[in-house]
């Protein structure tokens, strides 16, 4: 029997709206036949993956499909207050806005280890999704946008998904992933052919553990903040010239040492800035995005002047392979 984690040879890349069409189809019975009269609770982050599963799962079953954002403290700045008006507002689903941001970044401190990072991150998720599903009752299945890429990497052993297991089991949720079998540029092409719009199709992925592996090492609360803000900068910078859905993924990472410098005249002991922006389709093959000298500068200049505790800028010139995406 085909195994329902591994992509049939036989199955298209999916590269245009048609394709797109028939996958939806396929899946909406899918999801159908898997539910039936049941409700799903899906975790919405507001990204492509998650977006795109929650708009599959409604096209199948409306609004027994309930969604619950999770402030985790490591999402981007002004996330949150858009997810809430998009899903909120805009699309009017069955929406729930958790604030766990405390709850979260207690259970990282001086917790150092990625994967153990990762571990935490997933468990207090699954912990915040089983408190909504019992407030809700009868809940049976959680819906998640696990796309093909998390799949393959977690089976090599490269890194703990957060998606994938622990939930607890008195709860018996049962999992629907309507595009773990995707590549992500497929992904984006189902997202449009559902009618997404542009903006949130063409967004950039964000990791589930969000910047937390771009805070390396034992999150803190000002480093945290100088991730957020340094990279609201190179967001807001890289839209200006143009290159918003250009580059594939841009962000920065905060390292967990201090380097020397000077400012004022006065000798200061602080955090490098490392940005990263590259470019694939796959997120498996990976190439650096030439950048502007220019603009590089400029986003350099507002770093160092706006972003506290931070006295150096980096640029990650590393493809992938050797180096992964994210530092962790
Ligand atoms: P790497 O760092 O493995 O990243 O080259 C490949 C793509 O996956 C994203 N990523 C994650 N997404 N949970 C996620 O949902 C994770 O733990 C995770 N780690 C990496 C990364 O941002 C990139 O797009």
Same mark, same amino acid.
């Given at each position: 029997m085909q195994d329902p984690n591994v992509r049939p040879?036989?199955? =298209? *890349?999916?590269?245009t709206e048609e394709l797109a069409r028939a996958f939806i189809e396929e899946q909406v019975a899918s999801i159908r036949a898997q539910v039936g009269k049941g409700k799903v609770l899906l975790a919405l982050s507001g990204g492509v993956d998650s977006s795109v599963c929650a708009a599959l799962i409604s096209k199948a079953i409306g609004s027994r499909l309930c969604c619950v954002h999770v402030n985790? !403290?490591?999402? *981007? =700045? !002004?996330e949150p207050e858009q997810v809430c008006r998009v /899903? !909120?507002?805009? /699309?009017? +689903?069955?929406l729930i806005y958790v604030d766990a941001v405390d709850r979260f970044l207690d259970a990282l401190a001086g917790v150092s280890d990625p994967e153990r990072k990762r571990k935490i991150i997933g468990g207090i998720f699954i912990e915040v999704f089983a408190e909504e599903a019992r407030k809700l009752k009868g809940i049976k299945f959680l819906g998640q946008g696990t796309i093909y890429p998390d799949i393959l990497e977690s089976k090599d052993g490269i890194k703990a998904h957060h998606n994938v297991g622990g939930l607890p089991?008195?709860?018996?949720f049962e999992l629907v992933e309507p +595009?773990?079998?995707?590549?992500k540029d497929e992904v984006r092409v189902v997202g449009r052919a559902l009618g997404l719009p542009e903006g949130m199709v063409e967004r950039q992925p964000f990791p589930g553990p969000g910047l937390g592996v771009r805070c390396v090492g034992a999150i803190t609360r000002d480093r945290l903040e100088a991730v957020r803000e340094s990279d609201a900068i190179l967001r807001e910078e890289f839209a200006a010239a143009g290159l918003q859905g250009k580059v594939w993924q841009y962000f920065t990472i905060v390292p967990d040492f201090k380097s020397t410098g000077i400012k004022d005249g006065k000798r200061t002991f602080d955090w490098p800035v490392v940005i990263r922006a590259i470019n694939t389709t796959d997120a498996i093959k990976v190439t650096i995005e030439e950048i502007p000298y220019e603009l590089l500068y400029k986003i350099r200049d507002r770093i160092l002047a706006e972003v506290k505790g931070v006295n150096r800028v980096l640029y990650d010139l590393t493809p992938k392979p050797v180096g992964t995406i994210e530092w962790e």
């Open positions: 040879e036989s199955m =298209k *890349r999916i590269t985790h !403290g490591l999402l *981007r =700045k !002004g /899903f !909120g507002e805009q /699309f009017d +689903v069955n089991e008195e709860l018996n +595009v773990k079998l995707l590549y």
